[in-house]
């Protein structure tokens, strides 16, 4: 699932690839892609716009146009936006297509079926993201965020990480690979965690989303960039999907739990679910 470092990376290509594109023709191929406005409005308002330029917000991906709207983009699980040439042309699971100048496509596809479009004027596109929680690699969030909102709670530490109302683009690969770093376990109560910990939780949390996008995201299935390629993080995930392997901290085995009905990898040795430490464990990198 797209995450903040893959919707980083692919406003980013979209950025150096497409920003100063003119769209000459949109085409709906699924019409459950568009939720806002209607699929007709949607496809007509896109006709001849130009592309100013790209932005993320959270895992929302914003294409900012020269008429003022935003053509924003939830990739949810295996949404594709692929730029044809230089990518061969996508044939399956198409969603979207904007027929650029120079005689270039955008294809948008998508093998679950779940992404979803918006085209929505500067007013309504403030108001979709006005409830979202701070960017964890910006300087709006500091080590004292995470104790000041939902220090005193007593829902579990993971669910907290994931609502995106409490901090923004994290989802469920990098919520238990930042755990894993801070050595807290996916059940802890936010009410639990001392100083220290919420201090190696914010350092893991910007240190491997900040890891992330210097690899170009995580490609554990479905995720490509613009220009059809895979990201590399996947190659330094310590415990998402390796249930069953040693733990690279200890002697323990990494477990595959259900933690508020998601899927959650972590080692059981080095995160306690009493918070407390054994001896010879490794302490934080």
Known sequence: MPELPEVETIKEDLRELV??????????????????????EF??????????????????????????DSLVFQLKIGGQLLLVPPVEEP??????????????????????????????????????????????????FDAGY??????????????????????????????DEILYDARLHPRRKANTLSEDEWEALHRAIRSNLAAGVEHRGTTVRLYRDVLDR??????YL?????????????????????????????????QTEDGSREDGQLELE
């Open 230 to 235: 895979p990201g590399k993080h996947q190659n």
């Open 91 to 140: 044939v399956s699971a198409l969603m979207l297509l904007l027929d650029l100048d120079g005689d270039r496509r955008l294809f948008l596809r998508d093998e679950t079926g779940f992404t979803r479009a918006r085209l929505l004027d500067s007013d309504e596109l403030e108001e979709r993201l006005s409830s979202l929680g701070p960017e964890p690699l910006e300087g709006g």
């Open 238 to 270: 310590r415990v998402f999907e390796k249930h069953g392997q040693p733990c690279p901290g200890c002697e323990g085995e990494v477990v595959r739990e259900k933690v508020s009905g998601r899927p959650s990898h972590f080692c059981p040795a080095c």
């Open 43 to 68: 496809a007509s308002r896109l006709e001849g716009v130009g592309i100013m330029g790209a932005r993320r917000r959270a895992k929302h991906l914003i294409v900012e146009l020269d008429t003022g």
């Open 19 to 40: 920003a100063g594109s003119k769209i000459e023709r949109a085409e709906v191929l699924d019409s459950s892609l568009v939720e806002q406005p209607s699929t007709q």
């Open 146 to 175: 995470l104790p000041r909102t939902i220090g005193s709670r007593r829902a579990q530490i993971k669910p907290l990480l994931l609502d995106q109302k409490v901090v923004s683009g994290i989802g469920n690969i990098y919520a």
